[in-house]
Structures are given as C-alpha cells and as structure tokens.
C-alpha cells in the first residue's frame, strides 16, 4: 500500500476515523432500517391475525354452509375443482378469500383441473392468486370436512409499511453521507490542531544545529503525549550538549596531552642542534625515547578506548587468565614504594589477557603515582566471582570527584601536572575493560588512608567430581 505510506499523519489519522465512521453509520442504518421493518410487521401480523381469527371463526363452525354458497356461485360439474372465494367483512387493507377443494366422489377420478378457479368477488375485492411477500402478510388455516377442504387466507398489505421504510431510507441517504462528510471535515480539522504543537516541535528541532545544542524546544502547558514528547527531546538535546562538551573537552585534552611530548622532542632536539659541540646526545636519545613511549602509550590507549566504547573488540574470548600472575608481572612499576601482598591469593578468570593486564598496570601506576609510602594489593575469590583490590596511602578522592576520575583525561585538580598525574586515560580504560570482562571497578576510601579500587571479575567455572 504504497499510497497510504505517502500520505501524512493528518491523512491517516482523517482517512481512518471517516471510514471507520462510514462503516459504523452503514452498519447502524442498516441494523435501524431491518429493526423498524420488523416492528412495523410485527405490528401488521396482529392485525392479519386477528383478521384471520375473525374469518375463520365462523367459517369452521358451518363449513358446509360456506360450501353451499360457493358451489352455488361456481356451478360445479360432475369433477372436483378447485374454486376460491373473495370475502370483504375485514378491514379495508386486509384481503380475505376461502379456496375450497371438493373431495373426490367414489368411482370419479380427479382431474387437474386445467381451468383456473372461479373468483367470486364479494364487495369488488379480489385476493390476488401469488400473493407478493413483500407486498401482503398471509395467514391461512384449514377446516377438512366430508365435502372437501376449506382453506381460509387472509392477507393484509403492507404499502404502510413499505412507505414508512422508504421515507426512513431516503433519509438515511441525505443524513448519512452529510454526517460521514462533517466527520472527515471536522477530523482534518482536529488533527491538524493536535498536531500543530508536533509541527512547532520539528520547525524548533530543524533550527537547532550543533553549535546551539544549548537551545531548547517549547513544551506545551498539558500533561500529554505532545509535552512527554517536548520533555524528552529536551532531555535528549540536554545529553547531546553533554555529549558535545565532552568530546570538545576530549579533543582539547587529546590536543594537550599529545602535544606535551611532541614539545619536549622538539625542545630537547633544538637545544641540542643549537649547541651540538656540547650537547649530551645520549641523554637526548633517552629523552626522546622515553617521550616517544609516552606517545606511543598515548595514542595506543586513546584507540583501544575508542574501540571500546564503539564495542569494535566484539565478544570476549575463551582465555583463561590468571589474575594474581598478572599482578606479579606488573610490579615493576611500583618502584619506590613498599608493596603489601599479603592478600594475594590464586584466582582464574576469563578474557583477553593483554587487557586485563592494561587493567592491572592502570590500577598499579595510578596507586604508585597517589601513594605516600605503601601500596597494597590482594587477589581473592569465592567461586564466583574474583576480586582484586588496589589501594594506597595516598591523599584519596572526595566522593564528589570519583565519578570524574572515570571520564577521559578526568583528572583531579591536584594531579593535573605531568609530575603527579598522568594523561587521564588509564582508570577510564581499565573501567570499560573490565566492564567487557563482565565486571565492575568500583572506588572508595581504603583504611590507609587513601583510594581503593576493587575489581570484580566472574570466575573460570570447575567441575567438582
């Protein structure tokens, strides 16, 4: 139905209502005309009746004198016929007649009768011979006597109630297609003002691009669809600004973060070729190299956080992975401080392992940068799940700022600089791991005095024998 997907809201909503009103008025009327035909009937069948009560009455108590009259009107020969007589003592749109039917004399043999009955009319009046259904309502009864058999009709038309059925159709035809026609009307009409606050919707929509993502569309005084409609385009405009905010604070960011090392390169490059009879090229070799990790580590972790939020890595794979060896390989990056292991224990889970191991040295370096004097890290599990926790001595994190420290280059005020804090990609990354993983990451104060972050991992199921 290709035409109805052209038409519009307005059309459907018009087109619908004015048939389902035609189908319903059709159905009505017809229901109506078929109602009052039969009352009128019924009422035309108690006058046919009595009619017919009234002439079959006496009729049944002297048949024979009603045979006498209708053989002497008819001059029978010496075969049975079949004969009818008019009477008129019955109301004056009621027709009344006596068919009688001689038995057939012993030794004789019937006859069909070729010729038509004789009609005897009584006051002018005849009963026609196939009498119209819709036309008359007939009634009959029978008296069967020795003679032969009487059978009484009576029939009454009805032109009255035909006539009354005609004038309520005609008027049905004027009254039907006016009202189905003022429906249609009066739904265009009230579609197109329901709607109108849907059109404003979309002209305001239309004008918002993505350099006015502050604006806001109207919403209607009412508590209807159209003002729920209002609020969450609202609502999603209000994400959209967020969304925008944070991906021209991430590209700033990115832009600083990135430039940081390139700056350093090209410092420690530039002095050196302006000064190159004394400059210490080793020491500018190993600069670079360490400034060049850095932005390799950078740009790895700024791609594989893309992938992950656009969920590019696809499902997790089948691996077991050893978390608390993990923990031991990544040791090394907490030189300086005094390391407490006394809850490590073994605990086996599933995923990629190159990343939960990213997870691990996130968590381990971010201890190791905040951390006064200890770090402490334990590996556990409950046959379900498995938990490793890291946690310093450091100053911590105001609960007002732990969900920042989630967010790309969300960094704290107090580890801004590059001495204390890093890019601020780490603990994002390691959340939506672990989150692929299956799991949480979870922050809060540790009784050292500093922050405390528990990962929560499903563990590799054993079978008991």
Do not use: C
């Not at 600069?287 to 956080?305: C, I």
């Amino acid at each position: 139905m290709a035409w109805w997907s052209r038409l519009s809201v307005r059309g459907r909503l018009t087109f619908a209502v004015t048939v389902a009103s035609a189908v319903a008025l059709l159905t009505l009327s017809w229901l109506t005309m078929a109602w009052l035909r039969q009352a009128l009937v019924n009422q035309v069948e108690v006058r046919n009746s009595a009619a017919l009560e009234a002439t079959y009455t006496p009729i049944k108590k002297n048949p024979n004198a009603m045979i006498d009259k209708i053989e002497q009107a008819n001059d029978f020969g010496p075969l049975p016929t079949v004969t009818r007589l008019e009477l008129g003592a019955v109301p004056s749109d009621t027709l009344a007649a006596v068919a009688y039917e001689p038995a057939t004399p012993a030794g004789l043999v019937a006859t069909d009768g070729d010729e038509p009955p004789v009609d005897y009319p009584i006051l002018g009046r005849l009963l026609p011979g196939d009498v119209d259904s819709d036309e008359y309502l007939v009634s009959s009864d029978k008296v069967i006597v020795e003679r032969g058999k009487l059978t009484v009709q009576v029939a009454t038309s009805l032109s009255d109630v035909n006539r009354s059925v005609a004038v309520v159709r005609t008027a049905l035809w004027v009254v039907v297609p006016t009202f189905v026609l003022a429906v249609g009307m009066g739904s265009w009409v009230m579609t197109g003002r329901s709607l109108e606050p849907v059109a404003a919707l979309r002209r305001r929509v239309a004008e918002i691009t993505s350099r006015t993502l502050d604006e806001r569309v109207p919403v209607p005084p009412t508590d209807d669809e159209v003002a729920h409609l209002a609020r969450t385009m609202n609502a999603m405009l209000d994400r959209l600004e967020a969304s925008s905010r944070r991906e021209r604070q991430f590209v700033s960011d990115a832009g600083h973060e990135l430039r940081s090392p390139v700056a350093a390169i090209r410092a420690q490059v530039e002095t050196a070729l302006a000064y190159p009879a004394t400059a210490d090229w080793n020491s500018v070799g190993a600069t670079v190299l360490a400034q060049g990790e850095r932005l390799d580590r950078l740009v790895s972790d700024l791609f594989t956080l893309a992938r992950l939020e656009e969920g590019a890595f696809g499902p997790v794979p089948d691996t077991e992975v050893d978390l608390d060896e993990l923990v031991l390989e990544q040791l090394d990056h907490l030189k300086g401080r005094r390391l407490d292991l006394s809850g490590l224990s073994a605990a086996r889970v599933h995923g990629d392992a190159g990343q939960l191991a990213s997870v691990v040295r996130n968590l381990v370096e971010n201890a190791g940068r905040h951390a006064s004097e200890v770090v402490r890290v334990s590996v556990s599990s409950d046959g379900e799940r498995a938990r490793m926790v890291v946690e310093d001595d450091g100053p911590g994190v105001p609960p007002d700022q732990r969900d920042l420290v989630f967010e790309r280059f969300g960094r704290m005020e107090e580890a801004r600089s590059r001495d204390h804090g890093g890019a601020g990609l780490g603990l994002p990354l390691a959340s939506r791991i672990v989150a692929r993983h299956g799991g949480t990451l979870e922050l809060d104060d540790s009784e050292l005095g500093g922050a405390r972050f528990v990962v929560t991992l499903p563990v590799v199921a054993t079978d008991d024998h």
